[in-house]
Nanobody
Framework: QVQLVESGGGLVQAGGSLRLSCAAS????????MGWYRQAPGKERELVAA???????YYTDSVKGRFTISRDNAKTTLALQMNSLKPEDTAMYYC?????????????WGQGTQVTVSS
């Protein structure tokens, strides 16, 4: 089993920045892909960014050029640097991990951290 704990959410004005972190513990040797999903009220959960053991990254179109995903080599810490935030980025952000190169679907989930961007 893998445990994921997020931190770093909060309230920020449009144009501001936040950095989300995710601490992984447990059977981290089994992790391949890690990333961030988000879910806004009334909307489906969407994959925002991901990175796998081959260091391949994925970003959904709406965050390209604004968000950057990174993780340490030990796979114990995942980060999401979010710049130029927009009100439409407001959502609950979930850290996710998988034993495969893809996060679709994710096997492990954190509890989530709220990001609110005011206009």
């Amino acid at each position: 089993q893998v445990q994921l704990v997020e931190s770093g959410g909060g309230l920020v004005q449009a144009g501001g920045s936040l950095r989300l972190s995710c601490a992984a513990s447990g059977s981290i040797f089994s992790i391949n892909a890690m990333g961030w999903y988000r879910q806004a009220p009334g909307k489906e959960r969407e994959l925002v960014a991901a990175i796998n053991s081959a260091e391949r990254t994925y970003y959904t179109d709406s965050v390209k050029g604004r968000f950057t995903i990174s993780r340490d080599n030990a796979k114990t810490t995942l980060a999401l640097q979010m710049n130029s935030l927009k009100p439409e980025d407001t959502a609950m952000y979930y850290c996710a991990a998988s034993s495969t190169p893809s996060l679709r679907p994710a096997r492990y989930w954190g509890q989530g951290t709220q990001v609110t961007v005011s206009s």
